[in-house]
């Protein structure tokens, strides 16, 4: 196809897709020629776009013309829309078009529209944490490519430690491979342990420790991340994908007549095991409360993104969410 949509907040596994297509459409040679990034959010990022796209490549190999952090996830004014109707259908066969955004692209959108005619939008999508059979899954795909070998427990305890950082994992991984160059055995987990810090299990522990109300433990816990320079934004992340998951189990508690299905769908829980044990760790959760904390951890994300000073910000935030959460605890 001419055309590509890619999005999602999975920025590392996105740019590798990114990269893997560069090399696929592009001849290195002429990359000077034949390669070219746009800021989607420049005025005139569409029209250089369509136009670049449609300028046969020089030399060997094909154009890849890119629109990063397009808009058209969100708008496309009728001007856009009708350029796009006119470009795409016409686009050489060895020129290749495309959009990467974080948001999705609406479906009410004419772009939407036109690139799903011509081409495919493709989503890089977080794994949520709490699937630790897909987690493991892909962990252990790109073990064998970068050439790991780990034991079941091994694989286990890098998953806990990684979560859905694929980022993350790939330098691990890197760090392993290097370490285990001279073995001929997989890595044990003690291994492991010893070269990959788990601050990912220690960001769904501080998840733990507030939704129990153990203040102290919440803090020592958000020190412990601090020590080993965990990007504070990241750690916020967490909180917030296990805090809206407990938010929906709580939903099915305070009303049943909510459709099963559709919560399952949502937060993406296919094992009703797991859910019962969610269903536990809520029992005594306010619904009240549970959704001020996520309205609380979203408040927190803008201001860290805004450049508050974030560790004194996470302090204060996880002492406002106990208290948020611990006075009006009720079973049920």
Known sequence: MAVSYFWGDDQHRLNQAVTALRHQV????????????????????????????????????????????????????????????EVLPSLPDNSHLLFTSTGRPSLRLKSTQLIQQHGTIQEFGLIPPWKTDELQHYARQQAQEVGVFLTSAALGYLVDAVGNDAGRLQQELLKLHFYGLDRRQPLEESAVRGLVNATTQTSLALAQAIRQGQVQEALDLLAALQTHYEPPLRIVATLISQFRLWLWVKLLRVAPEVDKDRVLAATQLGNPKRLYFLEQEVKSCPYAGLQASLELLLELELALKQGVEPWGALQQSAIRLVRVLTPSRTPG
């Open 26 to 85: 592009v001849v290195a040679a002429w990359e000077g020629f034949n390669y070219e990034k746009l800021a989607g959010d420049t005025p005139d990022a569409l029209e250089m776009a369509l136009s670049l796209a449609r300028t046969p490549p020089f030399g060997e190999g094909g154009r890849l013309t890119w629109v990063a952090e397009t808009t058209l996830d969100k708008q496309c004014p009728p001007a856009d829309a009708a350029r796009l109707a």
